[in-house]
Nanobody, 115 residues
Framework: VQLVESGGGLVQPGGSLRLSCAASGFTFSTYAMSWYRQAPGKERELVAAITSGGGSTNYPDSVKGRFTISRDNAKNTVYLQMNSLKPEDTAVYSC?????????WGQGTQVTVSS
Protein backbone atom coordinates (compact mmCIF):
# COMPACT_ATOMS: atom_id res chain seq x y z
CA VAL A 1 0.00 0.00 0.00
CA GLN A 2 1.29 3.43 -0.93
CA LEU A 3 0.02 6.99 -0.74
CA VAL A 4 2.44 9.38 -2.38
CA GLU A 5 1.84 13.11 -2.07
CA SER A 6 3.31 15.69 -4.41
CA GLY A 7 2.88 19.34 -5.33
CA GLY A 8 4.06 21.01 -2.15
CA GLY A 9 6.53 23.86 -2.10
CA LEU A 10 7.07 27.52 -1.33
CA VAL A 11 4.39 29.99 -2.37
CA GLN A 12 3.74 33.65 -1.62
CA PRO A 13 0.70 34.72 0.38
CA GLY A 14 -2.33 34.87 -1.87
CA GLY A 15 -0.91 32.23 -4.18
CA SER A 16 -2.15 28.77 -5.09
CA LEU A 17 -0.90 25.22 -4.99
CA ARG A 18 -2.39 21.92 -6.08
CA LEU A 19 -1.46 18.84 -4.10
CA SER A 20 -1.84 15.33 -5.46
CA CYS A 21 -1.91 12.00 -3.67
CA ALA A 22 -1.40 8.91 -5.80
CA ALA A 23 -2.66 5.67 -4.27
CA SER A 24 -1.69 2.09 -4.99
CA GLY A 25 -2.04 -1.32 -3.41
CA PHE A 26 -5.69 -1.07 -2.38
CA THR A 27 -9.11 -0.51 -3.94
CA PHE A 28 -8.98 3.28 -4.02
CA SER A 29 -12.58 3.77 -5.13
CA THR A 30 -13.92 2.16 -1.94
CA TYR A 31 -12.03 4.45 0.44
CA ALA A 32 -12.99 7.85 1.77
CA MET A 33 -10.04 10.21 1.36
CA SER A 34 -8.91 13.15 3.42
CA TRP A 35 -6.15 15.72 3.63
CA TYR A 36 -4.66 16.63 7.00
CA ARG A 37 -2.01 19.11 7.95
CA GLN A 38 0.34 19.55 10.86
CA ALA A 39 2.33 22.67 11.62
CA PRO A 40 5.32 22.66 14.00
CA GLY A 41 4.15 22.58 17.61
CA LYS A 42 0.52 22.11 16.64
CA GLU A 43 -1.86 19.17 16.50
CA ARG A 44 -2.72 17.57 13.21
CA GLU A 45 -5.95 18.93 11.76
CA LEU A 46 -8.33 17.83 9.05
CA VAL A 47 -8.48 20.26 6.13
CA ALA A 48 -10.65 18.41 3.62
CA ALA A 49 -12.50 15.13 3.19
CA ILE A 50 -14.30 13.44 0.32
CA THR A 51 -16.44 10.32 0.17
CA SER A 52 -15.46 7.25 -1.82
CA GLY A 53 -17.62 8.20 -4.78
CA GLY A 54 -16.77 11.88 -4.58
CA GLY A 55 -20.34 12.98 -4.00
CA SER A 56 -19.78 14.70 -0.68
CA THR A 57 -17.00 16.89 0.69
CA ASN A 58 -16.28 18.49 4.03
CA TYR A 59 -14.04 21.37 5.14
CA PRO A 60 -13.33 23.18 8.39
CA ASP A 61 -14.12 26.88 8.52
CA SER A 62 -10.43 27.75 8.40
CA VAL A 63 -10.14 26.64 4.74
CA LYS A 64 -13.74 26.70 3.49
CA GLY A 65 -14.02 28.66 0.27
CA ARG A 66 -10.25 28.50 -0.34
CA PHE A 67 -9.50 24.77 -0.53
CA THR A 68 -11.17 22.20 -2.79
CA ILE A 69 -10.75 18.44 -2.55
CA SER A 70 -11.46 16.23 -5.55
CA ARG A 71 -10.69 12.73 -6.69
CA ASP A 72 -10.26 10.76 -9.88
CA ASN A 73 -11.03 7.13 -9.16
CA ALA A 74 -9.85 6.11 -12.62
CA LYS A 75 -6.40 7.49 -11.78
CA ASN A 76 -6.41 6.45 -8.10
CA THR A 77 -5.59 10.03 -7.17
CA VAL A 78 -6.98 12.62 -4.79
CA TYR A 79 -6.25 16.33 -5.15
CA LEU A 80 -6.27 19.38 -2.95
CA GLN A 81 -6.54 22.72 -4.72
CA MET A 82 -5.44 25.48 -2.36
CA ASN A 83 -6.13 29.10 -3.26
CA SER A 84 -5.63 32.39 -1.43
CA LEU A 85 -2.96 30.80 0.70
CA LYS A 86 -2.02 32.40 3.99
CA PRO A 87 1.13 32.09 6.12
CA GLU A 88 -0.92 30.14 8.67
CA ASP A 89 -1.49 27.46 6.03
CA THR A 90 2.17 26.52 6.33
CA ALA A 91 2.37 22.86 7.38
CA VAL A 92 3.11 19.33 6.28
CA TYR A 93 0.10 18.09 4.33
CA SER A 94 -0.70 14.38 4.34
CA CYS A 95 -3.36 12.33 2.64
CA UNK A 96 -5.34 9.67 4.45
CA UNK A 97 -7.38 6.76 3.15
CA UNK A 98 -10.12 5.27 5.30
CA UNK A 99 -12.39 2.26 4.99
CA UNK A 100 -14.35 0.40 7.70
CA UNK A 101 -11.46 -1.89 8.59
CA UNK A 102 -8.36 -0.19 7.23
CA UNK A 103 -6.68 3.21 7.13
CA UNK A 104 -3.49 4.41 5.49
CA TRP A 105 -1.34 7.55 5.61
CA GLY A 106 0.98 9.15 3.12
CA GLN A 107 4.38 10.52 4.09
CA GLY A 108 3.40 14.16 3.66
CA THR A 109 4.50 17.12 1.57
CA GLN A 110 5.67 20.47 2.92
CA VAL A 111 3.72 23.60 2.07
CA THR A 112 5.32 26.90 3.03
CA VAL A 113 3.50 30.19 2.54
CA SER A 114 5.90 33.08 2.90
CA SER A 115 6.97 36.26 1.16
Amino acid sequence: VQLVESGGGLVQPGGSLRLSCAASGFTFSTYAMSWYRQAPGKERELVAAITSGGGSTNYPDSVKGRFTISRDNAKNTVYLQMNSLKPEDTAVYSCHARAPRFAYWGQGTQVTVSS
